[in-house]
T-cell receptor
Framework: DAGITQSPRYKITETGRQVTLMCHQT?????MFWYRQDLGHGLRLIYYSAAADITDKGEVPDGYVVSRSKTENFPLTLESATRSQTSVYFC??????????????FGPGTRLTVL | GENVEQHPSTLSVQEGDSAVIKCTYSDSASNYFPWYKQELGKRPQLIIDIRSNVGEKKDQRIAVTLNKTAKHFSLHITETQPEDSAVYFC???????????FGKGTRLSVIA
């Protein structure tokens, strides 16, 4: 589990501010994911990435930006935070998306509060 | 895209009883069916999975069964213990390089 980390673990910000959540994995997994977790909604995919410089939208991408210049890092940026983005954010990684090697390993989460 | 529903959304059982959580999905091309467990304040973790060419898989007190015709799969926990209390998510996956689609979760409470 120490192979995937997130920072910060807790963040309080104000509406309109830019916030970046960091995710780092040491397994050299190809795939990385960002989810948000809200009561009643489970885990919703925001963005995912198949490799460096390859990203795809998930179910709820609006208001978020991602980049992946290095395989091990996958930062998530809220360019202008809104109260509706208050949530717990999980980063995850997996070797593949096929039938094998697709177990997702989650980071510890970042609890973000937007005031 | 995949439409996933879990039932029930909450479940309370007495310690030692069995628990069953059902997951229905819409994409008939789905071929991988995992269950994740998330304890309070922790990260989700894979506990068991099954592929479409297998009808049932067991791992000690937990099992997963698959009914491809009806498009649902279920998590079975026998002899429940307090440490089984958690939120459980199903996450069926379609063919190709498509990501998992998580259900909304089932909160299981095991009462001692």
């Amino acid at each position: 589990d120490a192979g995937i980390t997130q920072s910060p673990r807790y963040k309080i910000t104000e509406t309109g501010r830019q916030v970046t959540l960091m995710c780092h994995q040491t397994w050299s997994h190809s795939y990385m994911f960002w989810y948000r977790q809200d009561l009643g909604h489970g885990l919703r995919l925001i963005y995912y990435s198949a490799a460096a410089d390859i990203t795809d939208k998930g179910e709820v991408p609006d208001g978020y930006v991602v980049s992946r210049s290095k395989t091990e890092n996958f930062p998530l940026t809220l360019e202008s935070a809104t109260r509706s983005q208050t949530s717990v954010y999980f980063c995850a990684s997996s070797e593949r998306l096929g039938l094998e090697g697709n177990e997702q390993f989650f980071g510890p989460g970042t609890r973000l509060t937007v005031l | 895209g995949e439409n996933v529903e879990q039932h029930p959304s909450t479940l309370s059982v007495q310690e030692g009883d069995s628990a069953v959580i059902k997951c229905t999905y819409s994409d008939s091309a789905s071929n991988y069916f995992p269950w994740y467990k998330q304890e309070l304040g922790k990260r989700p973790q894979l506990i068991i999975d099954i592929r479409s060419n297998v009808g049932e898989k067991k791992d000690q007190r937990i099992a997963v069964t698959l009914n491809k015709t009806a498009k649902h799969f279920s998590l079975h926990i026998t002899e429940t213990q307090p440490e089984d209390s958690a939120v459980y998510f199903c996450a069926p996956k379609s063919t190709g390089n498509t990501p998992l689609v998580f259900g909304k979760g089932t909160r299981l409470s095991v009462i001692a």
